[in-house]
């Protein structure tokens, strides 16, 4: 009987190009994404497997590199201009970013990396000559894929163009191993993109259970200048058309036609920066309450770091998330690891972050009147809510990020053990 070698995994070469996980989520180009890169490299250094993230250089002052924990390095690569870029202007930097990943890995011993894992289109376009010239295994997480959100757009928003969808197919054939968030993705991978299925590999994303853990709902509003006795429907996220925050303020609007008595307790709160097509308004959320005739109940809040985006879950009574597509929705685990239920568009991942009924409320399409009926449930009746509190918790629990780390491990080790494909001799 004959088995493959499975190498252990040493260091990896993680490549990020057009965002970092230095920056802060929920403006700009960062987000979930950022999330999960740092937060699985932290784990995979607990595990022992060095973890080195190449991303574009934004500014001047920037250490060549900068350690997040032991084990973990951002490396700033000089691609292009010290600024942050439009992600359609990214892809005239992707030789000048390719060419500083190769000298990186020059200036070492061959075989310093042993296994590449890209993270969205351009950077797997990065990690496909990366690997042909290394001689490793490229893995690659697309997080949100062109072909689903051109069938899933907004009515104010912009399809992808064919470029991203050309590049994406491109990495969708060389890629060794591509990880998918959940089931629903991995058969979009495979109906949409022709993926072969033996090579798709489902890792669900994780949650933060230290930092986002349940406390007290009081002391969280207090902290927050936020009314004892306040009704809370929380957006956390960017604001661009994708994540149809409008969604949220519309159906406040609603709900205070339908009850004009909730308006002295309503607080609707939105947390995050524009971003993506969302840039073009930058102002854009407080024109819809502006509108609606309800700036007087929304609160808009920059981005915040996650010990403070925990008391706004914990002082939320729901946390809504309507987005027309999410490829998980970390915001969503986020909520009910916090113990705040969650009402969620019924798409992508979030079918998996959330149990309808049970953790929270899967919302059909984005009907305003639809979103006020469930979330006028959430204000109205406290005990269904202590209810699925108690259910957010549970479902969040099953969601850590060493889980996750784990996982990833084992997909590195298949693809190199496939890569290479040393036969040795056992007895039988």
């Excluded at 306040?230 to 661009?240: D, E, I, S």
């Excluded at 969620?344 to 979103?371: C, F, I, K, M, N």
Aim: with cysteine.
């Amino acid at each position: 009987m004959r088995r493959r070698v499975r190498r252990r995994v040493n260091r990896v070469a993680t490549i990020s190009m057009h965002t970092s996980p230095l920056d802060q989520p929920g403006t700009g180009d960062a987000g979930g994404m950022n999330v999960y890169i740092v937060e699985a490299a932290k784990r995979l250094a607990e595990l022992g497997v060095e973890v080195e993230i190449f991303t574009r250089q934004t500014a001047r002052d920037l250490p060549p590199v900068a350690e997040i924990v032991p084990g973990v390095s951002v490396r700033h690569i000089t691609a292009g201009p010290y600024e942050e870029l439009d992600k359609g202007d990214l892809p005239g930097q992707l030789c000048g970013f390719l060419s500083g990943v190769l000298r990186t890995e020059a200036m070492y011993d061959p075989g310093r990396y042993d296994v590449i894992h890209s993270h969205y289109w351009l950077s797997g376009q990065v990690g496909w000559l990366a690997k042909e010239r290394w001689g490793v295994p490229l893995v690659h997480t697309m997080h949100t894929m062109a072909k689903v959100k051109n069938l899933l757009l907004a009515e104010d928003d912009k399809p992808e163009p064919p470029a991203r969808v050309m590049g994406e197919q491109q990495v969708v054939e060389v890629a060794d191993r591509l990880v998918a968030n959940t089931p629903t993705e991995a058969r979009e991978l495979v109906d949409l993109y022709g993926a072969a299925s033996e090579r798709v590999e489902v890792v669900n994303p994780g949650v933060n259970l230290t930092v986002f853990q349940p406390a007290s709902k009081g002391a969280a509003r207090h902290r927050l200048d936020l009314p004892q006795d306040a009704c809370v429907l929380l957006f956390v996220g960017r604001v661009q058309p994708l994540k149809a925050p409008d969604v949220l303020l519309r159906a406040a609007a609603r709900m205070l036609i339908d009850d004009p008595t909730l308006r002295s307790r309503l607080v609707v709160a939105c947390v995050g920066g524009p971003s993506g097509n969302g840039l073009a308004r930058p102002s854009y959320l407080t024109e819809v309450a502006l509108s609606l005739g309800i700036s007087d109940v929304v609160r808009i809040v920059p981005p915040a770091p996650q010990h403070e985006l925990a008391d706004w879950y914990r002082a939320a009574d729901v946390t809504v998330v309507p987005s027309h597509n999410e490829s998980f929705g970390l915001v969503a685990l986020e909520s009910q690891a916090c113990g705040t239920p969650v009402a969620a568009a019924s798409v992508g991942g979030l079918r998996t972050a959330v149990r309808d009924g049970v953790s929270g409320v899967l919302v059909e399409g984005h009907d305003p009147h639809d979103w006020a009926r469930v979330l006028g449930r959430f204000v109205h009746s406290p005990g269904w809510r202590d209810t699925l509190s108690a259910g957010a918790v549970a479902q969040a629990a099953a969601f850590g990020w060493s889980a996750t780390a784990a996982r990833l491990v084992d997909v590195y080790v298949d693809a190199m053990a496939h890569l290479h494909r040393v036969p040795v001799a056992v007895s039988s």
